[in-house]
């Protein structure tokens, strides 16, 4: 008995922990980490964009109307594709293909991960309090969010971005708009997680102690959903994307000539018989990097998972 447990202490004292566990887990999971290095590419395309654009001398903004036909056809191979235009160049403007989806990587990212964000903390904070306090505050705050589960937010989306002024920061306003309407979710998962969690012995036992419920909250029950909103936020993102494509899709989304992956998409469908690299470059992006956002929120959730702590040999 000794014997087994000396084992067992050594090997708990030898196991890696917190980080390290859950780095080890996502290096195991080749999936998770090529979704790694495919948003570090496109993170880094978006911060450099400049720079990366200037080696091949262009810009999403210049335009190169002697690479067009008559009928506003890009002129050669694939879209025009050549040393100088390496994806070609766009119908009608002859700007620059390549600096469109560079520059338009930024716009996606920038809108998708700051509305995650918004959504996340107003979700969490929500979740937490409505699963903690209960009472007619739980009762009033979930029939809201059930009313924003079942009320049309694409059509509300379009009608606000299409009435307020002008003057009003458009990217702002999609990542207040996208954010809005992207927190239940999570407030929903939040809150049932807190239910759990408020009978379990240690907050009831921080409670009978005279610790205050906020306290409560930011030592007992946040740390122990923290996994959740890792993994919840990582999955969000690419939802985000998407929101934003179809709102730049539809023409209510960042105004042009702001380089945006939805409305070249959305412009790429009309030439998409005699010009396919114009809608094959913009979306294959879009889809690699939803992708890549998928793969690694999948790899957290089972590098998060407690039950994956005994490995079987």
């Known amino acids: 008995m000794r014997r087994l447990v000396t084992a067992i202490g050594s090997a708990r004292s030898d196991a890696p922990t917190g980080l390290r566990r859950v780095a080890g887990r996502l290096r195991a999971d080749r999936w998770a980490t090529t979704g790694l290095v495919v948003i ?22 210049t335009y190169h109307l002697d690479r067009l036909d ?3 056809s890009p002129l050669g191979f694939g879209g025009g594709i050549s040393p100088t235009h390496w994806f070609g160049v766009e119908p009608l403007t002859g700007r620059d293909l390549f600096a469109i989806v560079v520059f338009g990587s930024r716009t996606s990212l920038l809108v998708s991960v700051s509305a995650t964000v918004l959504a996340v903390v107003v979700g ?34 379009i ?60 030592h007992q029950v946040l740390p122990n959903v923290s996994a959740t909103i890792i993994v919840f936020a990582t999955i969000s993102i690419p939802s985000m994307i998407g929101v934003e494509a179809a709102l730049s899709f539809l023409g209510v989304g960042v105004p042009p000539p702001t380089p945006s992956w939805g409305r070249t ?3 790429a469908v009309t030439w998409v018989q005699t010009d396919p690299s114009y809608l094959v470059f913009p979306g294959a992006a879009l889809f690699l990097v939803t992708l890549a956002f998928n793969v690694v929120g999948d790899g957290l959730r089972d590098a998060l998972d407690p039950r994956r702590g005994v490995v079987s040999r």
Do not use: C
């Open 40 to 61: 570090g590419l496109f993170v880094l395309a978006a911060v450099f964009a400049g720079p990366l654009t200037a080696i091949s001398g262009q810009n999403p903004y």
């Open 159 to 218: 009608s606000l971005t299409a009435i307020v002024p002008t003057s009003f920061p458009k990217p702002l306003l999609i990542i207040l708009v996208i954010g809005f309407f992207g927190w239940p979710s999570i407030a929903r998962v939040v809150r049932g997680q807190t239910l759990s969690l408020r009978e379990r012995n240690f907050v009831v036992a921080s409670n009978a102690m005279g610790g205050g419920p906020w306290h409560i909250i930011a």
């Open 124 to 157: 969490v904070l929500v979740g937490i309090t409505t699963g903690f306090f209960g009472g007619w505050y739980d009762r009033t705050l979930s029939r809201v969010i059930d009313v924003l589960f079942g009320f049309p937010s694409l059509v509300f989306m």
């Open 70 to 72: 008559d009928s506003g």
């Open 265 to 267: 998409i959305g412009d």
